[in-house]
């Protein structure tokens, strides 16, 4: 349950402060998305989610230059497609930040600030679909889950408490990539089909959290 | 300094506490490699490294297993070339481990257990080559530098005071790797040549511990 902060003012306002967390972070969050690798070519600057880049006036992005906040880029409008995380630094190509060579489409068509409180980091995952068998709780980076006592290279379901996390098919954050946050779906990720519509596959090794 | 194990027996030895939990390690790290994809054909099991893996009798490793421990593969006999970090988990095809779609050459021919202390990592991290300009410690996980405040995309020299760590050549964990261990050069790296003999930039953008 959310601590509440009180605000005097001619009466009394009560605001959750996870919300009002959140709302911070996304007035924080900025991205620069360049038409061409390296930084090049045509350039255009977010603070809020993009659903069509093209829309926007760019055909594709092909670098990205994180300005602050986290950020979740995908292959296609709308959010749907592979997600390709990205934090503050800089991504001069398509690779810098792709997790996935298997299925190499360079498109990068809409992105989204990732909405993640600053409190901890919290999530359950369980070895059956729809939150069923053995479960494990979860609120540190796990760059192997198997090396943590998680004897089984799939995830059944996740539900995520609080804060955002990053899950990757691979050991040591690689392959594919799927960002859960409580802020969405209720945290509840009840399927692999609900973790991204690219998901094909319930396998998940590692995890992290993701920090502002 | 590290501490003393004080063990008695008919008289008093004393034994460096790094030193004995590295041998640990040593003898606990086991990983499978495969000829083919998917843990298919010829396999190996390695519990110490393998400098050239065609003396072995494999043309080349295409799948992993890494059972326990954590390790370091490479793209060239003799540990030289890309590096691959591999953690406890499976790895089903070359492009599961390997951070880098800009130089995609599919072979991993040496590998080796990554020596580090279960004793807490951490490291120093310089602007300039020789352990020159501005510095920061790092003890933790952080995948954007940048974030943290360390506020250019590249480091100019690194000191390991204990422990081992992965650099990453962008945000997220992402792009080249290279191993970073205490037990090796004395810990020292002193211009991006000494990271690895792949290592044709300092561009360091992620780096996070590597923990058993």
Same mark, same amino acid.
């Given at each position: 349950?959310?601590? &509440?902060?009180?605000? &005097?003012?001619?009466?009394?306002?009560?605001?959750?402060?996870?919300?009002?967390?959140?709302?911070?972070?996304?007035?924080?969050?900025?991205?620069?998305?360049?038409?061409?690798?390296?930084?090049?070519?045509?350039? !255009?600057?977010?603070?809020?989610?993009?659903?069509?880049?093209?829309?926007?006036?760019? *055909?594709?992005?092909?670098?990205?230059?994180?300005? /602050?906040?986290?950020?979740?880029?995908? #292959?296609?409008?709308?959010?749907?497609?592979?997600?390709?995380?990205?934090?503050?630094?800089?991504?001069?190509?398509?690779?810098?930040? /792709?997790? /996935?060579?298997?299925?190499?489409?360079?498109?990068?068509?809409?992105?989204?600030?990732?909405?993640?409180?600053?409190?901890? /980091?919290?999530?359950?995952?369980?070895?059956?679909?729809?939150? !069923?068998? &053995?479960?494990?709780?979860?609120?540190? *980076?796990?760059?192997? !889950?198997?090396?943590?006592?998680?004897?089984?290279?799939?995830?059944?379901?996740?539900?995520?408490?609080?804060?955002?996390?990053?899950?990757?098919?691979?050991?040591?954050?690689?392959?594919?990539?799927?960002?859960? #946050?409580?802020?969405?779906?209720?945290?509840?990720?009840?399927?692999?089909?609900?973790?991204?519509?690219?998901?094909?596959?319930?396998?998940?090794?590692?995890?992290?959290?993701?920090?502002?």
């Amino acid at each position: 349950t959310p601590h &509440r902060l009180e605000l &005097r003012t001619a009466g009394t306002i009560f605001i959750e402060v996870p919300v009002f967390a959140l709302l911070q972070q996304v007035l924080a969050a900025t991205v620069t998305v360049f038409e061409q690798e390296h930084f090049q070519g045509k350039c !255009l600057e977010f603070t809020s989610e993009c659903c069509n880049i093209q829309e926007c006036g760019l *055909d594709n992005i092909r670098s990205i230059r994180v300005e /602050s906040g986290a950020w979740v880029g995908f #292959e296609h409008h709308d959010f749907q497609g592979q997600q390709f995380i990205l934090e503050r630094g800089e991504y001069p190509h398509w690779d810098a930040y /792709s997790g /996935s060579l298997s299925y190499h489409v360079e498109r990068l068509m809409s992105l989204r600030p990732i909405y993640c409180s600053h409190q901890s /980091s919290r999530m359950i995952i369980f070895e059956k679909e729809n939150f !069923l068998g &053995r479960s494990v709780e979860i609120c540190d *980076d796990y760059p192997s !889950l198997q090396a943590m006592g998680w004897m089984m290279p799939e995830v059944g379901s996740m539900h995520v408490q609080c804060g955002a996390f990053v899950c990757y098919q691979y050991p040591g954050y690689r392959g594919q990539q799927y960002i859960m #946050e409580c802020e969405r779906h209720s945290g509840d990720y009840q399927h692999c089909r609900t973790w991204g519509s690219h998901c094909q596959t319930p396998q998940i090794q590692s995890i992290r959290r993701i920090q502002h």
